[in-house]
């Protein structure tokens, strides 16, 4: 019987931070994971190293359920996002070394494909309305069919979803970037922007965009409504979700479609969300959410409640667990979209192979396994440099969901 010979983590940073965990198996395969938690990647690490290396070493690889159970059960403090990710990253490993050692693509473990593509959509934004549209038409150039727009809001220097440079990257700092944040400028203009997509552009597109937890239950309920008439394939994170009982309002007054959960771990933290259907779309990830093992729970959760799966894509969230996610992607019946923002120049010098994009969709690779590559040597260039996510702060000075 084959068994975990050694896992290793490796903290580094090739156009952002990365943690990625690599199980090496005593036949020589190896499989990755990626343990990348934005803003707190270290937490993770040490979480790897000095506490589930040791209990995994010597272990089946096979036994993929057994040891979720056991990381989960065994840890006595469950879920949370530290926790989680780590989970995470080790079931991914083990479904990818699983694959190369059945000699198939995860998608064929998964149940094989449903779909000939993913559809994917990627972030237009601008610092005022022509830019935004600018980049919108360059998305649709792109051949994208899905387009999520955000613009800064004037005056408001902590807009969220604002680009600067090829790819959206907020963690930017080496500390966290206190930004100044206005509700009230913030429902007067998006809507406006929205609609100006729409009148530019038409609607054979779907069109996204990301309220990024800023409202209430009850602004949220405005924007929807406000913004029915864009016809929205969803708006996403309206309100904070620790209080799943929020959406009722939101329900209650706008048929704007509503996306939750990237920053979501469980199948607990979106299980009301699912059963009273108040939401549309899952962005529950295998990142971040216990990996294929316990996505796959949730995602067949939300089957049965006409709940679609969408989830989170953004650049903190590595080529490996992308990868994993279009695999899974493919296979699900209730598939709704998957986010791809793409990666910078440096991350893929360090992650080799993953997911295509063509004709609007992703596609997993072929090869055994989720069909990507760490290369630990080219790493090495790119050392860890720790960055935050900004904190938002209202005109009063009290912070603010960022
Ligand atoms: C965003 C992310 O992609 C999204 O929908 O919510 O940019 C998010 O802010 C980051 O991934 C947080 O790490
Ligand atoms: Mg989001």
New binding site residues.
Partial sequence: MSTIERAEVFVASPGRTFVTLRITTSDGVTGLGDATL??RELAVASYLRDHLVPLLVGRDPARVEDIWQYLYRGAYWRRGPVTMTAISAVDTALWDIKGKTAGLPVYQLLGGRSRDGVLAYS?ASGTDVPELLDDVQRFLDLGYRAV?AQAAVPDVGGT??VRKGRV?E??ATALPDEQPWDTQAYLNFAPGYLAAVRERFGFGFHLLH?V?HRLTPLEAAQFGKRVEDCRLFWM??PTPAENQEAFRLIRQHTTTPVAVG??LTSIWDVQHLITEQLVDYV?TTVAHAGGLTHLRRIFDLAALYQVRTGS??????SPISLAANVHLDLAVPNFGIQ?Y?GHAEETTEVFHGGVTFADGMLHPAEEPGLGVAYDEKAAERFPYQARY?PVARRLDGSVHD?
């Fill in positions: 934005n803003g972030h999520r969220y979803g959206y907020p963690a990301d990024h996403e994170d990237e920053n962005r989170h894509g953004a650049t903190d969230l986010e923002m996510l960022w």
